[in-house]
């Protein structure tokens, strides 16, 4: 199976801050990456598929780049909404696998 | 829009069964991979099973392989997952997805609110 592995697994951040987050895969997968986020209690949202396309209605400030085992999730300017867990997942192969998360927490 | 509800999640004993389903809106359902992923308590996201669009092709993932069996009923806009032999690390909300094929792999999309499942004695 690939291994998905996000840094850092937990950050503080203000408001406006810019925010970048990690995830390497254990073997090449192209473009293949997702990230999702997730609020506590609620169910994952996708924000960016194919390592770098944006799902309709995210807002702007979310960006995704890499391709094949290195990718990055940026928060251009961080709002009170983002406060929320981060996962990226490979759909390159089965299985699918997410990473183990990064939590976004106020500073 | 796109809803998922899913429903069938209660407390159940170790070696137990449940069934879960997940109620389809707002797509066109027959045109859509449909996939189960799960989240322990306090823990990350697992992918657990993938059924086709058309039901001919299912996947799992080595964790429930043997045990749990998914299916659809296109004519009842419906997933279910057949969860047998349950152990206590099944544990976990378990959320149903569909799927967009591009290029041959699927990426998850919309997904429902969950539904929780309790093995335990």
């Known amino acids: 199976d690939i291994q998905m592995t996000q840094s850092p697994s937990s950050l503080s951040a203000s408001v406006g801050d810019r925010v970048t987050i990690t995830c390497r895969a254990s073997?090449?997968?192209?473009?293949?990456l997702a990230w999702f986020q997730q609020k506590p209690g609620k169910a994952p949202k996708s924000l960016i598929y194919?390592?770098?396309s944006l799902q309709s209605g995210v807002p702007s400030r979310f960006s995704g780049s890499g391709s094949g085992t290195e990718f990055t999730l940026t928060i251009s300017s961080l709002q009170p909404e983002d406060f929320a867990t981060y996962y990226c997942?490979?759909?390159?192969?089965?299985?699918?696998?997410f990473g183990g998360g990064t939590k976004v927490e106020i500073k | 829009e796109v809803q998922l509800l899913e429903s069938g999640g209660g407390l159940v004993q170790p070696g137990g069964s449940l069934r879960l389903s997940c109620a389809a809106s707002?797509?066109?359902?027959?045109?859509?991979?449909m996939a189960w992923v799960r989240q322990a308590p306090g823990k990350g996201l697992e992918w657990v099973s993938t059924?086709?669009?058309?039901?001919?092709?299912?996947y799992y993932a080595d964790s429930v392989k043997g045990r749990f069996t998914i299916s659809r009923d296109s004519s009842r806009n419906t997933l279910f997952l057949q969860m047998n032999s349950l152990r206590d690390e099944d544990t976990a909300v378990y959320y149903c997805?569909?799927?967009?094929?591009?290029?041959?792999?699927?990426?998850?999309?919309?997904w429902g609110q969950g539904t929780l499942v309790t093995v335990s004695s």
């Open positions: 707002g797509f066109t359902f027959s045109g859509y991979a």
């Open positions: 059924i086709s669009d058309n039901g001919g092709n299912t």
């Open positions: 997805a569909n799927q967009i094929a591009t290029s041959g792999r699927r990426r998850l999309d919309s």
């Open positions: 997942q490979q759909y390159n192969t089965y299985p699918p696998t």
């Open positions: 194919a390592a770098s």
């Open positions: 073997q090449g997968i192209n473009i293949y």
